[in-house]
T-cell receptor, first 116, second 115 residues
Framework: AQTVTQSQPEMSVQEAETVTLSCTYD???????LFWYKQPPSRQMILVIRQEAYKQQNATENRFSVNFQKAAKSFSLKISDSQLGDAAMYFC?????????????FGKGTLLTVNP | DAGVIQSPRHEVTEMGQEVTLRCKPISGHNSLFWYRQTMMRGLELLIYFNNNVPIDDSGMPEDRFSAKMPNASFSTLKIQPSEPRDSAVYFC?????????????FGSGTRLTVV
């Protein structure tokens, strides 16, 4: 079974600084998808960024980028120029590719605090 | 688009009572997922449907939980009888069966408290 591990229960960053959230996963699949979701205090789950395993290039969405290391099964999220609105719980998630079983498996989350 | 709509947003009930949570997926999405979030266990998939048919219900904790999707625009998750350990936030999410790899769209969740 696939597992997703986020080893940092909490992180903090100063406003305008950069922070990196870690995620590792375990799978025997060669093709899959990885995601980062943000959950602010409103509890709405918001998709931040996604990565396709067969693509070498790291995904980027504005201030958010990932460092995808397929061999190491690592998928970290970098937030540049942190803003107060980035404060939230961040979840890493995995989904296999193909077939009909496309459920998302989530890590336990990292609570990010942004200090003014 | 109104997004995935869940109701109620909050529910407080007494142990032993029946609880029904409701979800309206995004129009055109044919896959629907129910997740439960707790501090201890994080986000757990309870069940998911494709074209109104349950595909995987292995995450449903026990017989007290049941889920239905009578049509493409409505799903329910029922707990009968409810217990204090069922207290959690329950999320519904939807996607297309061809667009799931772009992630789901989640509802705002229902916070259930069983006292």
């Amino acid at each position: 079974a696939q597992t997703v591990t986020q080893s940092q229960p909490e992180m903090s960053v100063q406003e305008a600084e950069t922070v990196t959230l870690s995620c590792t996963y375990d799978t025997s699949e060669s093709d899959y998808y990885l995601f980062w979701y943000k959950q602010p205090p409103s509890r709405q789950m918001i998709l931040v960024i996604r990565q396709e395993a067969y693509k070498q290039q790291n995904a980027t969405e504005n201030r958010f980028s990932v460092n995808f290391q397929k061999a190491a099964k690592s998928f970290s999220l970098k937030i540049s120029d942190s803003q107060l609105g980035d404060a939230a719980m961040y979840f890493c998630a995995y989904s296999r590719s193909g077939g009909s079983n496309y459920k998302l498996t989530f890590g336990k989350g990292t609570l990010l605090t942004v200090n003014p | 688009d109104a997004g995935v709509i869940q109701s109620p947003r909050h529910e407080v009930t007494e142990m032993g009572q029946e609880v029904t949570l409701r979800c309206k997926p995004i129009s055109g999405h044919n896959s629907l997922f129910w997740y439960r979030q707790t501090m201890m266990r994080g986000l757990e998939l309870l069940i998911y449907f494709n074209n109104n048919v349950p595909i995987d219900d292995s995450g449903m904790p026990e017989d007290r939980f049941s889920a239905k999707m009578p049509n493409a625009s409505f799903s329910t998750l029922k707990i009968q009888p409810s217990e204090p350990r069922d207290s959690a936030v329950y999320f519904c999410a939807s996607s297309t069966s061809t667009g799931w790899d772009y992630g789901y769209t989640f509802g705002s969740g229902t916070r259930l408290t069983v006292v």
